[in-house]
């Protein structure tokens, strides 16, 4: 039992300070500053205890709702993403009540018995955490990952409840030097002191934009487009964890080999409340798998490091679904409200994923495969026989290496469209700025300068200045939901970008020329099926400016970044 605590307060720490809580940060640290003021002044009134409750209400709320919302809310009959809605918009009533007292006392009368006697100023915090708590779900590690899906399974048991808590009081650590930084310096500096109201307002704001941004997935956003800087740490407090028992290894397939092993029979998938992207939205029958390799990846749409990993996922299947590669997503909730399916098929689609998606909110198949790990990926040979398995992000090169040998052991004749990923592509993350994943298809192209870009035919012109990170056109292109194709005569691309490698995906015949920062063209003959070509590589990040010139006949569909 004292192995289980010390592994939850890490593993609560390290979430504590993870890429993952930096949203509510902001949130937190005006929270602890924002003070009460007395009636008709701006003059600050000390409150000792407001980020002490600030931590605390979210630090309870989420542990119970982790724990015992799915439980709750199926006895109940209520949606399973009703808690987080509420919450969200409790989060953006809180912010106004920070703006408007008025409107806080309303909120905080049933809590009144926790307000110091005496006290007639607003907000005392608590209110605020419990909120917090209920809107806001940070990446789950381990630690996290196993009180999750305990209670969503309903198998809790004091060693659950002793990682919640202790996972609990772990986050509330680094969370609550925030919050008393906020208060400190509220409290130090005259300016905080005597502008409470203007804090406050602050602090309110903040929340309301807190709210938005959660209605619209944005701290997804953010985190997305961070390197993980704890995922080291999260991988020894998962080897804690898990100790060396071997669990979710299936046994002789050791995590990330890069060889392929005999693991014994592909576990059932099984237990799936819907399918996405199938015919009719129907099940894979046995004569949709016969005969295909198959790569079933485990992910959660609220999962960071899912989202990172799953656009290579997509890669494999667009290379090679015609060569007799079968991937399938199980999808398999951290958190109650991604059981919701339509839920699920609106972060399907966010996230571009056009393979089979089992929707496994009863956790059916995660428990099949004995899994425990977001994101988890397992490769199974024609026979139905596991022949490697990976947990986590990277791996993409040893990933398509082996599709592809398993691949050519079922069909020795199969002709293979050449690689889409080089060894780079193993490294889980990379250290500073990238530019994220660029679609250049109208359905997506969130990237182009100088604003929405629109199916059809239609001219451009670079625009001048042109944003880091986006690209533009020049020329006439055809622009479909997918892919863009230069029109008539040549079209030429500008991409700015900050990266260590730049991959383009393009198809089609033709010849593709480019330069990076002015230096001297290359030209490439495309020929096939969309495939990666790289045409910017170096040893260190590096920003510039990459220009391309593509023929008649061709298709662009994105860029990618290491």
């Not at 939901?481 to 383009?504: C, M, T, W, Y």
Request: charged share 15%; aromatic share 8%.
């Amino acid at each position: 039992m004292t192995s289980l605590v010390l592994i939850g307060l890490l593993g609560g720490l390290i979430t504590g300070i993870s890429p993952c809580i930096l949203p509510v940060l902001p949130v937190i640290f005006f929270s602890g500053g924002a003070q009460g003021a007395r009636p008709g002044s701006e003059q600050a009134v000390p409150s000792r205890w407001r980020p002490y409750l600030v931590v605390a209400g979210l630090v309870t709320s989420f542990t119970v709702f982790t724990l015992l919302g799915s439980t709750l809310l199926n006895l109940l009959h209520l949606p399973q993403d009703i808690i987080r809605w509420a919450g969200i918009v409790l989060l953006a009533l809180i912010g106004v009540g920070m703006i408007i007292p008025r409107v806080m006392e309303v909120m905080e009368r049933p809590f009144a018995r926790f307000q110091k006697a005496g006290s007639h100023r607003p907000g005392n915090g608590l209110v605020l955490g419990l909120v917090l708590g209920a809107a806001y779900v940070p990446c789950a590690g381990p630690v996290l990952a196993a009180v999750s899906v305990a209670g969503s399974t309903g198998r809790i048991g004091a060693d659950t409840v002793t990682l919640a808590v202790s996972f609990g009081l772990g986050t509330a650590v680094p969370l609550l030097a925030f919050a008393l930084a906020g208060r400190g310096i509220t409290q130090r500096l005259k300016a905080f002191r005597t502008r409470q109201r203007g804090v406050r307002i602050t602090a309110g704001a903040l929340m309301i934009a807190l709210s938005v941004g959660l209605v619209f997935d944005l701290p997804a956003v953010l985190q997305r487009a961070l390197p993980d800087y704890t995922a080291s740490l999260q991988a020894g407090t998962d080897q804690a964890l898990r100790g060396s028992s071997g669990a979710g290894t299936n046994g002789a397939c050791l995590d990330g080999a890069t060889e392929l092993a005999d693991c014994g029979p592909l576990p059932d998938v099984t237990g799936i409340v819907a399918w996405l992207n199938t015919p009719g939205e129907q099940p894979l029958s046995q004569a949709d798998l016969a005969g295909k390799v198959r790569l079933i990846d485990f992910w959660a749409y609220s999962c960071i490091n899912c989202q990172r990993s799953i656009p290579g996922i997509q890669a494999l299947h667009d290379t090679y679904a015609d060569s007799g590669l079968q991937v399938i997503g199980v999808h398999s909730p951290e958190y109650a409200f991604e059981k919701e399916v339509d839920n699920v098929r609106g972060g399907a689609d966010r996230l571009g994923i056009t393979y089979p998606v089992a929707v496994d909110s009863n956790l059916a198949t995660w428990q099949s495969f004995d899994n425990h790990y977001w994101p988890a990926h397992y490769l199974a040979d024609t026979n139905g026989r596991l022949r490697q398995v990976s947990f986590g992000e990277g791996g993409e090169a040893t990933t398509e290496r082996l599709v592809r040998e398993l691949l050519v052991q079922a069909n020795p004749d199969v002709v293979l469209p050449d690689p889409v990923f080089t060894s780079a592509d193993d490294a889980p993350s990379v250290t500073g700025p990238r530019t994220p994943e660029t679609y250049l298809g109208a359905a997506r192209a969130q990237n182009f300068a100088p604003g929405p870009l629109e199916e059809g035919r239609q001219a451009f012109t670079f625009p001048s200045p042109q944003p880091m990170d986006t690209f533009a056109l020049d020329g006439t292109w055809e622009v479909t939901a997918e892919s863009i194709s230069p029109v008539g005569q040549d079209g030429r691309v500008r991409l700015s970008f900050h990266a260590k490698q730049v991959n383009l995906v393009v198809s089609g015949e033709g010849d593709l020329t480019y330069s990076v920062d002015g230096e001297a063209a290359r030209t490439t003959r495309v020929s096939g099926v969309p495939n990666g070509l790289e045409i910017f590589s170096s040893e260190e990040t590096t920003g510039g400016v990459i220009d391309i010139t593509a023929s008649p006949g061709l298709q662009l569909y994105s860029f990618t970044f290491g």
